[in-house]
């Protein structure tokens, strides 16, 4: 049974940093690849950062050079690195992972924490 559980988040004044770490479990095999994503209030779900298979990170164009993404070789944690943070980017935070890798979408999320920024 797939698990994925997170930690980190909380309150940070506007350009502070944050660090998000996820653990996954569960897998049956090592074709799945994970990323963050995040839901502001009233707002769809967006992606934020994502490892693809070929082990390229991708980014939303609103994180990029602000949010670095990185996982271990056994892809077991997976963390964000937040720096430079904006009010913008208040939402609740969750990984996810797509399995098999050539998903679209997760199928599988963690149980999400809450990142707020203040200005």
């Known amino acids: 049974q797939v698990r994925l559980v997170e930690s980190g988040g909380g309150s940070v004044q506007a350009g502070g940093s944050l660090r998000l770490s996820c653990t996954a479990s569960g897998f049956s095999d090592n074709n799945y690849c994970m990323g963050w994503y995040r839901q502001a209030p009233g707002q769809e779900r967006e992606g934020v950062a994502r490892i693809d298979g070929d082990g390229r990170a991708m980014y939303a164009d609103s994180v990029k050079g602000r949010f670095t993404i990185s996982q271990d070789n056994a892809k077991s944690t997976l963390n964000l690195q937040m720096n430079d943070l904006e009010p913008e980017d208040t939402a609740m935070y969750y990984c996810?992972?797509?399995?098999?890798?050539?998903?679209?979408?997760?199928?599988?999320y963690s149980q999400g924490t809450q990142v707020t920024v203040s200005s």
């Open positions: 996810g992972a797509r399995v098999p890798c050539d998903r679209l979408r997760p199928n599988y």
